[in-house]
């Protein structure tokens, strides 16, 4: 069963300092993984999305990096800014289950401070 | 970028109570919905499938009997909580996709509710 973990949990960074996210899955068999925000109280806004085929993917100040045979991937942003906080959640689809499903990790809740 | 909209947006109601929420995608025709509810500080966690024209999957655990879901169309899916209990408040979100397994899926902006 494919179980996707983020860490930290939480992280708080002074405005401009550059940061990396992490997320591991235990399934290396993924097809793609995407990493989403979400604002307090909101839906999820989707900011990349990596194919299994691919290494890398930069959105502006976002870089996002996928290692399946590791099982790992990295969300890296620079010159953080405070509207940059929220929380950030990847998601690997499960075909083990439903259709097509995503199955998330928890999250890491950024705070960037001014 | 493709559209899905939910209604409505927050409600709170009394225990016992039945709560519809639509989820709409507004410029694509959605053959499969999801439906995921999240507590707080939790991660989002599948509770149906639901297909175009066919019964909903339902997740282990999930009741079907009380969480009635109703794809009657290809833009539009309905989640019934039936007979609320202040257990049920959460955040529910709904997303859609309208291309093979390999797409990305677009998320509704989520409807918070919270039973008395």
């Known amino acids: 069963k494919q179980e996707v973990t983020q860490i930290p949990a939480a992280l708080s960074v002074p405005e401009g300092e550059n940061l990396v996210l992490n997320c591991s899955f235990t399934?290396?068999?993924?097809?793609?993984l995407q990493w989403f925000r979400q604002d307090p109280g909101k839906g999820l806004t989707s900011l990349l999305l990596i194919q299994s085929s691919q290494r890398e993917q930069t959105s502006g100040r976002l870089n996002a990096s996928l290692d399946k045979s590791s099982g790992r991937s990295t969300l890296y942003i620079a010159a953080s800014q405070p509207g940059d906080s929220a929380t950030y959640l990847c998601a690997v689809p499960n075909y083990g289950g439903s259709q097509g499903n995503l199955i998330f990790g928890k999250g890491t809740k950024l705070s960037v401070k001014p | 970028g493709a559209v899905v909209s939910q209604h409505p947006s927050r409600v709170i109601c009394k225990s016992g109570t039945s709560v519809k929420i639509e989820c709409r995608s507004l410029d694509f025709q959605a053959t499969t919905m999801f439906w995921y509810r999240q507590f707080p500080k939790q991660s989002l966690m599948l509770m149906a499938t639901?297909?175009?024209?066919?019964?909903?999957?339902?997740e282990q655990g999930v009741e079907k009997d009380k969480f009635l879901i109703n794809h009657a169309s290809l833009t539009l899916s309905t989640l019934t909580v039936t007979s609320a209990h202040p257990e049920d408040s959460s955040f529910y979100i709904c997303?859609?996709?309208?291309?093979?397994?390999?797409?990305?899926?677009?998320f509704g902006p989520g409807t918070r509710l919270l039973v008395l």
């Open positions: 639901s297909n175009e024209g066919s019964k909903a999957t339902y």
């Open positions: 997303s859609a996709r309208d291309k093979p397994l390999q797409e990305t899926q677009y």
């Open positions: 399934d290396s068999a993924i097809y793609n």
